[in-house]
């Protein structure tokens, strides 16, 4: 009788220790989510790997970490490995190491950042076949691969417009970086805008062959204002740093100097608000937000392009400046084009093949 209770006794003991430690294991595992509200369930991670541009180029990589810096904010995530981060590149041969490392860690959607990225991103995706990605700028024909392109020929053409009709000299600029197809929609674009607001307008074309060398934007800015360039748009990425500096600098020795730079990617007006006509945008955080809204929500797009133009306000152009005397007339000609553009009675050509035969009548 006595064993009889002192078994009955060992037990509950042993039954008390399991329920205890099952309860142990079960606060161990809450605030393991990476949410700030802490709700016990698993968050969606998102990261990117920037091009050689660098996360504060204050263009195109620095618009696709405010996209995810927002998507972040939008789903209550942490900035690092359990909520949102970026993985910088120093040379194109840190692409692969650097996506390899995000897939490895567990993120649930990794960006590739720019046209440079595509075979590194083709790479990695076939490696890591349960990990998805995002490419920008370019198409990855893999099934765990999101496409994401712009229409940055019809920003650039409403910068055109805007060029064409605040030059006093009839002369401006565009500085390219690569000469790959997206700075080609650029350029098409720009220069179909200045032929269709004043097709006597002259415009200087050159390349850096660089998107991180602002000593080489500036070298190029400083030589097309000296040949009488009034107005410079630039589509260089961190090279188009150099624009801003030199044409700060310009109007900095001489105030009453009509001179004007116009950025790309993001309102550039903060790299000089005296001499930032406008920017056009290329709005690289909105398709950023959208493609990680979808895949968290279980529709992620892996083996589909999604191509954003102005009628999905994924491109635009920035606020005229104040100060420039021909911002009303400006801001006229512009929306009028945008309705033509998003109505489809202006087809703004995507190749200089395509300018050729370019008519906005």
Known sequence: MRKRKLGMALSLVLAAGTLLGACGKSDDNKGTDTTKGGD??????????????????KSFNQSAWE????FGKQNNLEEGKKGYTYLQSTSDADYSTNLNTLARQGFNLVYGIGFLMHKAVDDIAKQQPKANFAIVDDVVEQPNVASIMFKEQEAAFLAGVAAALQTKTNHIGFIGGMKIPVIERFESGFL????????????DVQYSGAFDK???????????????????????GATGNGLFKET???????????????????DQND???DVVLTSAMKRVDVAVVDIATKAKNGDFPGGKTTTYGLHEDGVGLAPINGKADKKDEIEKAVKDWVDKIKSGDV????T??????????
């Open 352 to 361: 200089l093949e395509e300018l050729k035969t370019f008519s906005a009548k």
């Open 347 to 350: 087809k703004v050509p995507a």
């Open 214 to 236: 602002a000593e080489l934007g500036q070298t190029i800015a400083a030589k097309m204002y000296s040949s009488g360039a009034d107005i410079v748009f630039h589509a260089a």
């Open 248 to 266: 700060n600098d310009l109007k900095k020795k001489d105030p009453s100097r009509e001179i004007w730079a116009i950025g790309v990617d993001r």
């Open 271 to 273: 790299m000089g608000p």
């Open 67 to 70: 996209g995810l810096q927002e």
């Open 192 to 203: 179909a805008g200045v032929k269709a607001a004043k097709p006597d307008v002259k415009v």
């Open 40 to 57: 016990n369930k698993a968050a969606f991670t998102v990261a990117m790997v920037t091009d050689v541009g660098g996360v504060d180029d």
